[in-house]
C-alpha cells in the first residue's frame, strides 16, 4: 500500500502562533493516524525536549525533526524504514558551542541583534509566549540560536551572507530568527524521504508551515500546504503541481487544507 506522509511545521501551522493550542484538531489528528497509509512528522525550529513534550500533551507517538532539521528523534517509531537506526539522529555538524564563537561576527550590532540565550528568563517568556514551566525545554538548545533583529532588510540580507560564509543559516520563525548549521527543513526531509523511498517507493509527501523557514521544505514536497497567517504571506519561489493555501489560521486551516488534499489525493473525504 502506498504511504501518504505529512511534514508538519508546528508554530502558526499546526499550533495556534498565539495561544500554541491544538486541543480542537487533536481528535482529528488521532483519527488520521488510525488509518495503515497515513503518517505525520512534526518538524520544527522547537528543540527536541520541547517537542518530545508537546508529543506527550497530544499523547501520539510521531517522529519529530528539531531546531530546524538538526536533527531527527524517534524514526523507527513509525516503522517506514528498513534499516536500523539510532533513537537520536543528528544530522547537524556544528553544535551550539561552535554557533556561539562564530556569531560573534554579530558582536559590531549588538544593539540591532539581540540573543534570547543573554536575557533573563522572564523576558525571554514575554518574547515566545510560552508557559514558565516549558521555557527551560525551549531555551535548551544544542543547534541554534535564537535572536530577535531590529535594522533594515539591508542589513539583515548582509547578516545573511556573512552566515553563510560561517556555514551558518539564519531564518525567520513566527516571533523569533534563529541562527543554526547549514542544514535545513528541506535537508531532513530530504534524508527522510530517501530512506522511506527504499521500502515505499510509491510513497506521497505533504508539507504544511506558514513561515519563511519552512520555504524550501514546501517547495521539497508534493503537495506543499502554506497555512494563512495574518502576520505575513508566504509565496514559493519554486513551482511544483500542486499548492494549497488554507482560508482559516492554524490550528484550523490545519485541518481545512489537510482534509481537502486527502480529498484530492484519495477521491474521498476523510475522518
Not at 21 to 26: G, S, W
Not at 134 to 153: C, P
Request: aromatic share 10%; charged share 30%; hydrophobic share 40%.
Amino acid at each position: 500500500m502506498n504511504k501518504i506522509i505529512i511534514f508538519t511545521d508546528l508554530d502558526g501551522t499546526l499550533l495556534n502562533e498565539e495561544t500554541f493550542t491544538f486541543r480542537q484538531i487533536i481528535t482529528f489528528i488521532k483519527n488520521l493516524l488510525k488509518f495503515d497509509n497515513f503518517f505525520i512528522f512534526f518538524i520544527s525550529s522547537k528543540t527536541k525536549e520541547e517537542m518530545i513534550n508537546l508529543r506527550k500533551k497530544m499523547n501520539i507517538n510521531i517522529p519529530l525533526i528539531y531546531e530546524n532539521g538538526a536533527g531527527i528523534y524517534d524514526l523507527k517509531c513509525c516503522n517506514l524504514i528498513k534499516e536500523p537506526l539510532k533513537k537520536n539522529i543528528v544530522l547537524a555538524r556544528q553544535k551550539i558551542k561552535e554557533i556561539k564563537k562564530k556569531t560573534n561576527l554579530f558582536l559590531g550590532l549588538k544593539s540591532k541583534i539581540r540573543f534570547l540565550d543573554s536575557m533573563d528568563i522572564k523576558e525571554v517568556k514575554r518574547i515566545l509566549g510560552l508557559p514558565m514551566d516549558e521555557i527551560q525545554f525551549a531555551t535548551d538548545r544544542k543547534f541554534s540560536r535564537l535572536f530577535l533583529f531590529n535594522d533594515r532588510d539591508s542589513i539583515l540580507k548582509n547578516l545573511k551572507i556573512q552566515a553563510m560564509e560561517n556555514d551558518l543559516s539564519i531564518n525567520k520563525g513566527g516571533r523569533v530568527y534563529s541562527i543554526s548549521d547549514n542544514f535545513t527543513k528541506a535537508d531532513a526531509f530530504k534524508f527522510v524521504k530517501k530512506k522511506i523511498k527504499k521500502k515505499y517507493p510509491h510513497s506521497s509527501f505533504i508539507g504544511l508551515g506558514d513561515s519563511e523557514n519552512d520555504l524550501m521544505l514546501l517547495e521539497s514536497v508534493d503537495y506543499a500546504c502554506i497555512i494563512k497567517n495574518k502576520n505575513k504571506k508566504l509565496n514559493l519561489n519554486k513551482k511544483i503541481n500542486f499548492i494549497f493555501r488554507s482560508k482559516y489560521e492554524a490550528p484550523f486551516g490545519w485541518r481545512e487544507i489537510i482534509k481537502k488534499v486527502m480529498k484530492l489525493k484519495i477521491g474521498r473525504k476523510i475522518v
